[in-house]
């Protein structure tokens, strides 16, 4: 099976909407074969819109989040239905920094990712251990527990689509520290991802599902990571708010 790769730069809460014309400006030079790779931006909400203006139509835009409501009285909140119409393909949901900083617990993230899903948009849905889990031989049974609860009730709709999923590994102590995690422990957490997705939702499905890695991904260290079966692409933060940073990350993860 061959899976187109994927790429998505997630830029967190960083970027103006200077400097968001700034990076679109530079990052349209690039001519990427949209048969070689999805791209995706997923900027803060702000700046979804004019990205999504700013950028080639070959490459798509995403949120980082949504809200597990679909409209009404929540202030602050922004629905599965407001990102697609300003644009989006994608959603995250389930990254690190939602689920310890603002406590997003297994059942919220499998409510979002229903509404991402029920509204046709692509859902990234990121798994991934903790340092402490690692080093108590946690990691499988962390990422087991993860896709259980979540990919479970939905498994009904995501048989039937499973384009509109893809996982992100994204071990935590490898997000933003420098620290990747060596091509043998990526491969492996890939390939029990896949393996439990196969369980779920059947192995054709699994065998559709791109699965990314996240963590400290650099244009020097992703041509490496891309030589494995199980990795499809990567899912980048700080190297992806410069627009040839994460463009070399493209090039270099592209295996031709
Ligand atoms: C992320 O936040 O999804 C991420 C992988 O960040 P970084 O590339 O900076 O480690």
Not at 111 to 136: N, P
Not at 160 to 177: H, R, S
Not at 192 to 198: C, D
Not at 239 to 246: H, N, T, V, Y
Request: aromatic share 6%; charged share 15%.
């Amino acid at each position: 099976m061959t899976r187109t790769p994927i790429f998505a730069a997630n830029w967190k809460m960083n970027k103006s909407i200077s400097e968001t014309a700034e990076f679109c400006q530079a990052f349209s030079e690039h001519i990427i074969d949209p048969r070689s790779a999805d791209v995706v931006i997923i900027p803060p909400f702000t700046n979804i819109s004019m990205t999504r203006s700013l950028l080639r139509p070959t490459i798509g835009v995403g949120a980082q989040t949504v809200s597990h409501y679909l409209s009404g009285a929540y202030t602050g909140e922004v629905s599965v239905e407001m990102v697609a119409s300003a644009g989006c393909s994608h959603v995250i949901i389930g990254h690190s920094e939602r689920r310890s900083l603002f406590n997003e617990t297994a059942s919220l993230l499998t409510e979002k990712l229903q509404r991402v899903i029920a509204a046709q948009l692509t859902a990234i849905f990121c798994v991934g251990e903790t340092l402490a889990d690692r080093e108590s031989n946690l990691t499988e049974s962390v990422l087991l527990d993860q896709l259980h609860s979540s990919l479970k009730p939905l498994a009904t709709q995501l048989v039937d689509a499973p384009n509109q999923l893809v996982i992100a590994y994204e071990p935590v102590w490898a997000i933003g520290t420098g620290k990747v995690a060596t091509i043998d422990q990526a491969q492996a957490a890939h390939y029990f991802i896949r393996k439990t997705v196969a369980n779920i939702l059947g192995s054709e499905a699994a065998d559709t599902i791109r699965i990314q890695y996240g963590g400290s991904v650099k244009p020097d260290n992703i041509a490496q990571l891309m030589t494995q079966p199980d990795i499809d692409g990567a899912l980048v933060g700080g190297a992806s708010l410069d627009p040839e940073s994460f463009y070399e990350i493209i090039k270099n993860g592209i295996i031709t």
